[in-house]
């Protein structure tokens, strides 16, 4: 079944609806004979199950928002790492509130040297105001226990507070992912603070680009008086990032206000275009218009405002309505056959995972639905094996096969 949604490809926008086609651009047959997906349970009995990441030798580390960091090994067998209590090493400074807690896990590329992982935390460890931080641990050769915490970024904004638009613990991002080029991607949301987003000094509602010890990664400082931690800004709440397979551009995917769910290609300094600040004259609870208007002609407040800001990057795939969308990876292996380099994206509210053909210039051509049951999809990794592992919002993660 086709969904409401639309494709950007420079000024033109193409619709269509219920296997409807409108529009030029959608050539037949692109998305003929989609491989047959064989779904299994990987893990069951989780609580809040997040993300995960695969080690050199199929050991797959996973996290839980409220419980930690975690490891499968190869036989199949679990162990807590990091976290709370029943850890190998507790970390008394997590903590899970609202939509925060142990989020992002990623290995570090040259991890065969160094044995170095990678979370995203929400972290008590400053007192007030707490905050999230991406934490570097080193992992032992049986995969039993961590040691050498270093908190490489300590300042990322953490909602403190409940206001108008929910309690705390909101739009905290989470996914952090190692680029192509080697140095770690980290995505942050705007914790309901109209003006965060555009906030040049402050790390929230933002993608941020560092190096292994959390220092600005070289070359790429695009912007003027701002932390050279940033990326791109102008973001709401992005949980999704991967990189194309071609061209090596991260492509994230983020979750809209009630209405434009989005698909966008990131470049050094680029804005977001999300500014959900009142504007002159227009007063919104708490000066945050994300979900109203922040325009005095009352127009809802747009996720990529791109008349107050024309050199905005445009997403390249946007849905009418917001379903959630959270994850996202790009399949690169053989075995996905017509789906081979597709961006595969997860809705926690659509309940699906839908497929994107991506070419450097933009979506091309189609988006279908993968037949797999309607759950909250939370997380999407390629394993090295070729195999999707999906993560659900509830209480598993499953292996899916392409046949």
């Known amino acids: 079944m086709y969904r409401t949604c639309f494709i950007i490809l420079g000024v033109f926008t193409f619709t269509w609806s219920v296997g409807i086609w409108f529009g030029p651009c959608l050539a ?14 990987f893990i069951t009995g ?21 419980r ?18 029943g850890s190998a090493v507790v970390a008394s400074d997590l903590f899970c509130e609202g939509q925060s807690g142990m989020l992002g896990v990623a290995i570090d590329p040259e991890f065969a040297k160094n044995r170095a992982v990678f979370v995203y935390m929400a972290s008590n460890l400053g007192k ?7 934490v570097r641990l080193t992992v032992d050769a049986g995969y039993t226990t961590v040691a050498n915490r270093t908190d490489i970024v300590t300042d990322i904004p953490f909602k403190e507070s409940r206001n108008a638009w929910g309690g705390p613990g909101t739009h905290s991002g989470g996914r952090i992912r190692f680029g192509p080029e080697g140095f770690l991607y980290i995505t942050t949301g705007d914790n309901h603070d109209g003006a965060l987003p555009q906030d040049l000094k402050r790390l929230g509602g933002k993608v941020l680009r560092v190096d292994r010890d959390g220092k600005p990664a070289p070359g790429i400082n ?36 009630g209405h434009s769910d989005e698909v966008t290609p990131l470049r050094a300094g680029g804005n977001g275009g999300w500014d959900p600040k009142p504007e002159a004259g227009v007063k919104c609870a708490d000066n945050y218009c994300g979900y109203v208007s922040n325009r005095a ?22 849905y009418s309505d917001s379903e959630g969308l959270s994850p996202c990876t790009f399949v690169t292996h053989s075995r996905w056959g017509s789906w081979k380099d597709r961006l595969l ?24 639905t993968a037949d797999l049951p309607a759950v909250r999809y939370r997380g999407l990794v390629q394993g090295p094996n070729g195999y999707l592992y999906v993560i659900t919002d509830a209480d598993r993660i499953w292996q899916v096969v392409p046949n």
Request: aromatic share 8%; glycine share 10%.
């Open 222 to 257: 695009m912007l003027r008086n701002a932390d050279p931690r940033i990326f791109t800004y102008g973001h709401r709440n992005v949980q999704g990032i991967d990189f194309h397979p071609e061209t090596g551009q991260p492509f994230i995917a983020e979750h809209g206000p």
């Open 128 to 134: 007030k105001p707490r905050a999230n931080r991406v």
């Open 345 to 368: 994206i997860g809705f926690l509210a659509g309940q699906r995972i839908d497929v994107l053909k991506v070419s450097p210039g933009g979506v091309r051509a189609s988006v279908t």
């Open 297 to 318: 002609d009352g127009r809802p407040t747009s996720m990529t405002d791109m008349e107050k800001f024309p050199d905005a990057m445009r997403p390249i795939f946007s």
């Open 46 to 66: 989780l609580s809040s199950p997040w993300d995960l990441a695969f080690l050199p030798d199929e050991a797959m580390l996973f996290t839980e928002k409220c």
């Open 68 to 85: 930690g960091l975690s490891v499968r090994w190869p036989d199949g067998k679990v162990g807590r790492l990091f976290g709370t209590k």
């Open 28 to 41: 037949s047959g692109d998305i003929s004979r989609p491989p047959k997906l064989i779904r299994t349970d």
